[in-house]
């Protein structure tokens, strides 16, 4: 098996079909993620990646993640991807909206001996939560009306 189909298999197998074990096939026991959006708490290896699959797959139950576009060089994957879901279980705080989400966002492997060692990942989770309905609405692009004036965005 290739690295870019190792990759897959974690965004495929263990997000959209919750079958977490396959962390423990594709990533090596000493893996590191570099997620800013990891949770606190967060466990290092395959079991980190378990417990992140878990909590997503648990507020998006239907939670699909579609691979855009993967490019492979060396010893490294860059994995362009889309995830959709409904909001449906708890995430953390916030209980279900019934809100329906499109996350985009970019992984990059690096590998050795066939399994993932480091991943740097970076989604759209503030675009996620304001599509949940938390945090700030999204500002409009500055405009102006006939007069000069500067248009407010709406209340």
């Excluded at 990759?7 to 495929?12: D, M, P």
């Excluded at 919750?18 to 997620?35: I, R, T, W």
């Excluded at 998006?60 to 490294?76: L, N, S």
Aim: proline content about 7%; overall charge positive.
């Amino acid at each position: 098996m290739d690295n870019k189909q190792i990759a897959r298999r974690v965004l495929e197998e263990v997000f959209t079909k919750g079958k977490y074990e396959v962390a423990d096939e594709c990533l090596a026991p000493n893996h590191v993620s570099h997620d800013p959006n990891n949770p606190p708490g967060y466990m290092q290896g395959p079991n980190g990646l378990k417990m992140v699959a878990r909590i997503y797959r648990g507020a998006f139950p239907d939670m699909v993640m579609t691979i855009d576009d993967q490019i492979a060089e060396g010893d490294r994957v860059v994995t362009r991807w889309t995830c959709r879901g409904t909001h449906t279980g708890n995430l953390d705080q916030l209980p279900p909206t019934g809100r329906k989400v499109t996350v985009i966002g970019t992984s990059i492997e690096r590998f050795a001996s066939g399994k993932i060692v480091e991943s740097w990942n970076n989604w759209d989770f503030a675009g996620m939560m304001r599509q949940l309905g938390v945090g700030a609405p999204q500002q409009q692009a500055a405009r102006t009306d006939g007069g000069g004036a500067r248009a407010q965005p709406p209340r």
